[in-house]
């Protein structure tokens, strides 16, 4: 049985474009993910089964950890937030295959308290549909 993926080989990237360098983000220590299809059903006269259509692929993203105000990844998804613009996010859950897609910054969320470091973090949603990076896998 091949050997489960362990959390610290993630690593997330930010670039500006899709074609622009990508930098890593530093000092995250949470990371998740959701893609979510939401499902209509119609009822109508004459027909005892509603008729249920798809809607489209809905893709969100948390990432948080520790507040690094030098750290280059991080400040690029800050302008983003600040700017309203869209950054794209390269995720590699083995460190090297994965994916990149482009997200909004939905909001940003910053904890302190005197007795330990700050946290700062992120939600995003997804601008398209992922793309392949390596081989993969898009989760």
């Known amino acids: 049985m091949p050997a489960p993926s362990q959390g610290e080989d993630l690593v997330v ?5 899709a074609i622009g360098t990508k930098t890593n983000v530093e000092g995250m220590t949470r990371y998740s993910r959701r893609k979510a299809r939401p499902v209509t059903r119609t009822s109508v006269f004459m027909r005892p089964t509603p008729y249920v259509s798809r809607g489209q692929k809905d893709y969100g993203f948390t990432l948080s950890g520790l507040l690094i105000l030098d750290d280059a990844g991080q400040q690029l998804i800050r302008d983003a ?3 309203g613009t869209s950054v794209f996010l390269t995720v590699l859950p083995d460190g090297t295959n994965g994916f990149m897609q482009e997200v909004l910054v939905g909001s940003l969320s910053h904890d302190a308290s005197p007795d330990a470091i700050q946290d700062h973090g992120w939600e995003f949603t997804g601008v398209d549909e992922p793309s392949e ?3 993969g896998p898009i989760i």
Not at 13 to 17: D, F, K, P
């Open 13 to 17: 990237q930010v670039a500006a474009t």
């Open 81 to 83: 937030e600040s700017a």
């Open 133 to 135: 990076v390596g081989t």
